[in-house]
């Protein structure tokens, strides 16, 4: 367990190097006059003029060398000090504490809704492979997965908050808000987890150990539950790890898309404004998250599978 640990903290000292980095490189290249898009952020486009850019330049310092400003970033970074919005001038790490939050119940939601929808019907197909429901799922997994998510989204806010009025179509407060964004990324998630769980079961199914146990007599259920659920676990949940791009990437698109007041949605709009600190604070904990919600999925899998504790 150790070694994992190590290796994923080793993991998270490079990606807040590379993000850092990139994230900068990247806003520096964008065309337009940073100081321009700050103070429009701060005043909006109607109230701004040249004298306004000039006095958020100055004020901010924006005309040093880039690697000056990188250099002060990263040295405020081992401090533990993302900076300050360049925009509202509050500190990025409350900012993002405020905003964390909302993106971690819409996460939740998402998985939750993809563990309940996904993996029960791959489980069923995978005991009958080649079967009606097979077929089925095997047919929506690949349509699901192949939309993007604002597709999905769209496709969603048409049927169930237009054309039914279930749903609210955006904005936040209550559960009735969560649920829409929350199935645009759970219908993705669910697909692939489906497939994931259908070819676990079908090989667990076709094992020896799992013939063995029917011919002890053990009902279906017991033999599931005794020799197959834990068999079936680890492939999923290792496979859950390498859609957490997938999740993040979906945040940050789903968000914009329901109004949704979360980090992705604070992200957008801090590259509109060019806020720098903010863009930088933000993709660095989206960069974190991964490889801490990666570390969990791996101490799950280590706790699941008695072999990786022997090696």
């Avoid at 006095?55 to 310092?61: D, F, K, R, S």
């Avoid at 909302?102 to 993809?114: M, N, R």
């Avoid at 699901?144 to 908050?161: C, E, Y």
Wanted: glycine letters at 10%; proline letters at 5%; hydrophobic letters at 55%.
């Amino acid at each position: 367990m150790i070694p994992v640990l190590s290796y994923r903290l080793m993991q998270a000292v490079l990606v807040a190097l590379m993000v850092g980095v990139l994230t900068f490189v990247l806003t520096q290249a964008l065309p337009g006059d940073m100081a321009f898009r700050i103070a429009a952020g701060r005043y909006g486009y109607d109230h701004v003029n040249a004298a306004a850019a000039a006095a958020v330049q100055a004020e901010l310092g924006l005309g040093l060398p880039a690697w000056q400003a990188l250099g002060q970033w990263l040295w405020d970074l081992l401090r533990l000090d993302l900076g300050n919005s360049l925009v509202s001038g509050d500190p990025v790490i409350e900012e993002l504490r405020h905003q964390l939050g909302h993106s971690f119940t819409l996460a939740v939601a998402a998985v939750g809704l993809s563990l309940l929808l996904g993996p029960p019907l791959g489980l069923l197909a995978g005991l009958r492979p080649g079967g009606r429901l097979d077929r089925l799922t095997l047919v929506l997994a690949t349509v699901l997965r192949a939309l993007p998510q604002f597709v999905i989204g769209i496709l969603l806010v048409m049927l169930l908050a237009v054309q039914l009025g279930w749903l609210p179509a955006a904005g936040h407060g209550t559960a009735a808000h969560t649920l829409l964004p929350a199935l645009t990324l759970a219908l993705g998630l669910a697909a692939v987890a489906c497939r994931v769980s259908r070819n676990a079961m079908q090989g667990v199914a076709d094992s020896a150990y799992y013939a063995f146990g029917r011919t002890k007599g053990l009902s279906e259920g017991r033999v599931f539950m005794r020799h197959g659920l834990r068999n079936v676990a680890v492939p999923v949940l290792a496979h859950q790890a390498m859609q957490l791009v997938y999740l993040i990437e979906g945040v940050v698109v789903v968000e914009t898309l329901f109004a949704w007041p979360g980090i992705g949605h604070a992200l957008v709009h801090a590259i509109v404004a060019r806020d720098v600190p903010m863009i930088q604070g933000t993709a660095l904990v989206l960069g974190l998250m991964f490889v801490l919600l990666n570390a969990l999925v791996d101490l799950l899998c280590h706790r699941i599978d008695p072999r990786r504790r022997e090696v």
